[in-house]
């Protein structure tokens, strides 16, 4: 094959509720996980045998690693492994999503990779088959390759069907910098102490919420435990979830392990509004729309 390209999109957390770390140092979650219209586009061309290149362009492409690091190279050379392809790849990702956002930017990528190198070899693997090896690379991957909306549970890379309705209308606000995600959690474990914290749960209001569709139950049901840890390391955030509210977004929270702030419209002409207040608040580098669900990592050509 000559050339292919493939879509994968952004994920947020309508819900996350976050258990003690285990022996492992993991945090055992619960989430709800929505695909949003935010793309990373991932194109596969053929290259010399054992050859996998990255080049990146777009949103935060200078921060993003180049080497054997990069996710989407990492998914390729797995994939290769794992069915003993000489083939290489030389992978060119254009980003949108923003770096180190809590939007599964590089989970995305590694999707977009299997997918599109999956192709380009002509392998044929089932989605099962790639999701499980997806999960290898990282806790969101198999959802990038999923889509819609799923119940996460374990690290978020085991995937359960959520009953959910409705069409959603998101703005997000991108921080000036990206906020490590292992330094969230370690935020929360210390603030939470000793005492440690529950087992995650799901909210059984978010469900409902979901169940019925509507953006007005949805919006005040929305929940992220790692909010009040993100808040702590970039207390700004404080003021931009404030201005959300202020012009009347039906939910507004932290997205994943933040900084990005996610914000719940209650239709296409509220989303514009909201979007506007926020760019010309300056207190967020950039301000972008999306809607969910959405489906996971397609080819497109
Ligand atoms: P996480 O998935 O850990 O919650 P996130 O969604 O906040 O993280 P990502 O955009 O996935 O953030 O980036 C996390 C880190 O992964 C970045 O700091 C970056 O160095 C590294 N990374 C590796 N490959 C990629 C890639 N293809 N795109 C973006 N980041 C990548």
Redesign the pocket.
């Given at each position: 094959m000559a050339a292919v390209t493939v879509r994968a999109p952004a994920k947020i957390n309508l819900g996350l509720s976050v258990g003690a770390p285990q022996a492992d140092g993991y945090h055992p979650i619960v989430t709800i996980y929505q695909a949003i219209s935010l793309y990373?586009e991932l194109k596969a061309r053929p290259a010399p045998d054992g050859e996998i290149t990255?080049r990146?362009t777009g949103e935060?492409h200078d921060?993003?690693?180049l080497d054997d690091?990069?996710?989407?190279?990492?998914a390729a050379a797995l994939l290769a492994k794992t069915h003993n392809v000489t083939d290489g790849a030389a992978l060119s990702?254009h980003?949108t999503?923003?770096?180190?956002?809590?939007?599964?930017?590089?989970?995305?990528?590694?999707a977009g990779a299997l997918v599109a190198c999956d192709a380009l070899w002509g392998i044929g693997s089932g989605r099962e088959e790639l999701a499980d090896l997806g999960s290898s690379l990282?806790?969101?991957v198999p959802f990038c390759l999923l889509g819609g909306n799923a119940i996460g549970t374990g690290r978020g890379e085991a995937l359960s069907a959520v009953l959910a309705r409705g069409s959603y209308e998101w703005v997000l606000a991108y921080a000036a910098t990206?906020?490590?995600?292992p330094q969230v959690y370690s935020e929360l474990d210390r603030f939470r102490g000793p005492a440690g914290a529950a087992a995650p749960e799901l909210s059984e209001t978010l469900m409902s919420a979901l169940r019925g569709g509507d953006p007005y139950a949805v919006g005040p049901a929305l929940h992220n435990d790692l909010e009040p840890a993100a808040v702590r390391l970039r207390p700004s955030l404080r003021r931009t979830l404030a201005l959300g509210k202020e012009y009347g977004a039906l939910g507004s929270m932290v997205s994943?392990?933040?900084p990005t702030c996610l914000f719940l419209a209650a239709d296409e002409d509220h989303a514009i509004d909201l979007a506007v207040a926020l760019s010309s608040s300056g207190l967020c580098r950039s301000v972008q729309r999306a809607t969910g669900p959405v489906t996971g990592a397609r080819l497109i050509t």
């Open positions: 990373d990255v990146v935060g921060v993003v690693p690091t990069n996710l989407a190279v990492r990702i980003k999503i923003a770096v180190a956002g809590g939007l599964a930017g590089g989970s995305a990528d590694a990282g806790s969101d990206g906020l490590s995600t994943g392990a933040g």
